[in-house]
């Protein structure tokens, strides 16, 4: 007689209701006893329901993405000729079927109560309750640790596999057996370098970062689902490129704007008349112009095979302009032909079009160096991210009255309070080295503190 037996969910702990996240065998298996049969996933964790014996499975009562309790059925097993009766975890059932190669007391019981049992009776399936398990922490992960169930992760091990270079397409990012072998085939059939560049970003230097923390935030208080708008979807991919492909350093300096400052108050009347403002940011765009002219590696980009840097004669500057849909920057033509006046028009009018969502895609091309000046909101200091394919970008900061310790001009020897503007250069370390930034933000300070020099 051979026994088939109702595998059914054990006790799951504390778990009311899991996720059947895995199938790992099939109709027609043999499976060993304590071998695994599913996987189930909390939200808390991942198991394996291992089977209490070894057999034939017969038929699966469940499919993936089934919920399953303590006591749902898996399937049924028929046990092997050999194998000592199963054991029942409560409420596991037993089906009995004829059998004439099975002796009735071939198993003799070890289960707690099977010595109460008649002797004629069908043969208990008596073994102790399987554990569950090995529990698996998923949503209180260290963000180091792949999500794979253990027996994705016994599989990765078997073939060498590195989970953490593994790319999940599961639910949650679960790396599943599938990934594994798409990950070990990859590796085999591409060249070492080759492979190693698919992982890699631009640049070609392949980063292994640990899965992205999965946390339902809702568990610890109430939130709210906002989409990013087209423009922070579109300039965030670009930001992020930009951030991981170009070593960025930035170099900090500050000018001193004070005789700048007073000049711009008495020469804003005409403007005003005009309906616009003479903004710092004109004169900071005339001046970036005339630094620019002095130091061309700034006013350039790299070719694409990276072995020529490409000297623009032209200075089309791009000014970051925050707008409620996100930051877009558009690009001031040929500034360098421009006077302040010009220009400070110009800011207008570019600023109110991005603001009012009418700038034009050639808007924003073409240029060649870049502004993002927070002057008007506050900080002391920034790190801009450069705008590809510049090779350098300007970041400005609230200018503020400071002691300065004077060493020239008749005030030497005092400290003596003066408008001092903070600059941030974030520079292209590829391109440009460390003593030329600070000659260029040296530069474009002593410009500031006396704008005649952007006549010379
Ligand atoms: N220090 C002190 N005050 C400054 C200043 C500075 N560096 N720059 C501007 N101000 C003052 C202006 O004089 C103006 O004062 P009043 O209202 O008294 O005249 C006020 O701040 C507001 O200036 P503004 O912002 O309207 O004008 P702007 O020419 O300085 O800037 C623009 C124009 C379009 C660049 C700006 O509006 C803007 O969008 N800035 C944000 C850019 C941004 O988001 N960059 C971040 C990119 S990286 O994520």
């Given at each position: ?15 009311k ?74 409420g ?30 069908p ?16 949503a ?5 640790k ?6 994705v ?8 596999a ?13 790396i ?40 339902d ?5 109430p ?14 991919a670009n ?21 700048l ?25 005339k ?14 980009s ?18 970051a ?21 010009e220009?400070a ?37 920034f ?11 300007l ?9 300065v ?14 408008l ?35 006549l010379?």
């Open positions: 007689m051979s026994t088939v037996t109702e595998i059914k969910v054990p006790d799951i702990g504390d778990f209701e899991v996720d059947v996240i895995e199938i790992l065998v099939k109709p027609g298996d043999t499976v060993a006893k304590e071998a695994s049969l599913i996987t189930v996933e909390s939200d808390k964790a991942t198991m394996e329901i291992p089977s209490p014996a070894a057999g034939v499975v017969k038929e699966l009562r469940v499919k993936l993405g089934d919920k399953v309790a303590e006591g749902s059925m898996i399937l049924l097993l028929e046990a092997s000729a050999d194998e000592a009766p199963v054991p029942q975890p409560p596991t059932a037993e089906i009995s079927a004829p059998s004439a190669a099975a002796p009735k007391s071939a198993a003799p019981s070890t289960a707690p109560g099977a010595a109460s049992e008649p002797a004629t009776e043969p208990a399936v008596p073994v102790p309750r399987p554990a569950p398990v090995p529990l698996e922490p998923v209180e992960v260290p963000a180091f792949p999500h794979a169930s253990p027996s992760r016994k599989f990765a091990r078997e073939l060498g590195d989970l953490a270079k593994v790319r999940g397409s599961g639910p949650k990012g679960r599943t057996q599938e990934d594994v072998q798409a990950f070990v085939k990859g590796v085999l059939t591409q060249a070492p370098a080759t492979a190693l560049a698919a992982a890699a970003p631009a640049g070609g230097v392949p980063f292994n970062l640990p899965e992205w923390p999965q946390v935030f809702a568990k610890f208080g939130v709210e689902l906002k989409p990013l708008s087209r423009i922070k979807k579109l300039s965030g930001l992020h490129r930009n951030w991981i492909s170009i070593p960025h350093v930035t170099q900090f300096d500050e000018a001193d704007i004070t005789e400052e007073a000049f711009r108050k008495d020469s804003g009347a005409a403007s005003e008349k005009q309906g616009f403002k003479l903004t710092m940011l004109a004169f900071l765009i001046a970036c112009v005339t630094a620019l002219r002095q130091y061309p590696e700034f006013n350039a790299l070719d694409p095979a990276g072995e020529n840097l490409v000297l623009k004669k032209y200075f089309h500057i791009g000014v302009v925050d707008t409620p849909d996100g930051l877009v920057v558009p690009v001031i033509r040929d500034a360098d032909r421009k006077g302040v006046y220009l028009r110009e800011l207008a009018d570019v600023s109110k079009l991005a603001r009012d969502r009418k700038l034009k895609p050639g808007d924003m091309q073409g240029g060649t160096f870049s502004i993002s000046s927070l002057g008007g909101i506050g900080g002391t200091a790190t801009p991210i450069i705008n590809a394919p510049e090779v350098a970008i970041g400005v900061s609230r200018s503020a009255m400071r002691p310790w004077m060493s020239a001009k008749g005030e030497a020897g005092k400290f003596v309070p003066r001092m503007l903070p600059l941030s250069l974030s520079y292209d370390h590829r391109v440009i080295d460390g003593a030329a930034a600070a000659r260029f933000t040296s530069y474009l300070a002593s410009v500031l503190s006396d704008i005649r020099r952007s010379l």
